[in-house]
């Protein structure tokens, strides 16, 4: 009988082949984000695995599968670019500077590259398969615990706002890491401890979203600009986003906050089972 970890394992793999073979299909958004889900899961499974085993042993299958997600990512910090865009109403900047057809160009050039990409998935499964299938449930659980053990170090000093981003990918592969657990060891604190993780790690979320267009609005030096309808809707870009972080940071803080104030979350075994949550998509 197959564990959790070998479950979820197989699961990423035919859903990651899938999710390809749609954006081929469609080059859609939801497709390019299944795509990205799917890789982030695999990419936390290989986490876990690197540092169970030698880190070098991996390393090769690690390589493979960022390249893939990180060639995506370069579509998926587009389209959240265009989405703010339009929301502000700066026309003039997305025209100029951020248009439509650089997503079209990603996208021709993500599935120009697919088979290659396929094929590079397909030779990190092969060597990832085997420590799947020889890793015991009881690593799975140690490293959930390891794991909330560097959370709540940083809940617990107040972490600023440069170890948010650091914060949110531990509490990610924390809620990932929950789905390789046996389902017979849940509990309500931990469910609890699960919904507080998958709010904060939002937050955080659409926090560094703004901060990610922001990064991309001094890349291109739009203030050096001469065309007047630029500087325009850089000036009314610049004071929604000024809004838009402020109240993004407050949430994110209120958040932080909030975990002081509550009883530990500490994970605690009970028997031989250790307690779980369910997975995050």
């Not at 936390?44 to 880190?55: C, E, N």
């Not at 900047?93 to 599935?111: A, D, K």
């Not at 015991?136 to 600023?160: D, F, G, K, T, V």
């Amino acid at each position: 009988m197959d564990t959790p970890l070998q479950k979820y394992y197989h699961q990423r793999v035919q859903n990651i082949f899938n999710s390809l073979h749609n954006f081929e299909l469609s080059g859609s958004e939801p497709s390019l984000h299944d795509v990205r889900v799917e890789l982030k899961k695999l990419r936390a499974v290989i986490r876990f695995l690197r540092q169970v085993y030698h880190r070098q042993t991996l390393k090769r299958a690690a390589r493979q599968v960022n390249h893939i997600f990180q060639t995506a990512g370069e579509i998926r910090t587009y389209q959240i670019l265009q989405e703010w865009l339009k929301r502000w109403e700066v026309p003039a900047i997305e025209q100029q500077f951020f248009s439509e057809g650089r997503v079209h160009y990603l996208t021709e050039n993500f599935n120009q590259k697919s088979t290659d990409f396929k094929a590079d998935i397909k030779e990190a499964i092969d060597q990832l398969t085997p420590y799947v299938q020889g890793t015991n449930s009881i690593l799975c659980e140690q490293y959930l615990l390891s794991l909330q053990a560097e959370i709540e170090s940083l809940l617990h000093r107040h972490a600023p706002a440069t170890e948010w981003h650091e914060l949110r990918k531990l509490m990610k592969q924390w809620l990932y890491a929950n789905n390789w657990i046996e389902d017979a060891a849940k509990s309500e604190k931990l469910l609890s401890t699960y919904a507080f993780y998958n709010k904060l790690q939002e937050a955080i979320g659409q926090w560094h979203d703004i901060m990610m267009v922001q990064e991309m609005f001094e890349r291109k030096q739009l203030h050096l600009s001469d065309d007047v309808e630029v500087q325009k809707d850089l000036s009314i870009g610049k004071e929604k986003m000024h809004q838009q972080l402020k109240q993004k940071q407050k949430w994110v803080i209120e958040l932080i906050e909030q975990s002081m104030n509550a009883p530990s979350t500490n994970l605690h075994h009970q028997g031989n089972h250790i307690t779980n949550g369910n997975g995050v998509h």
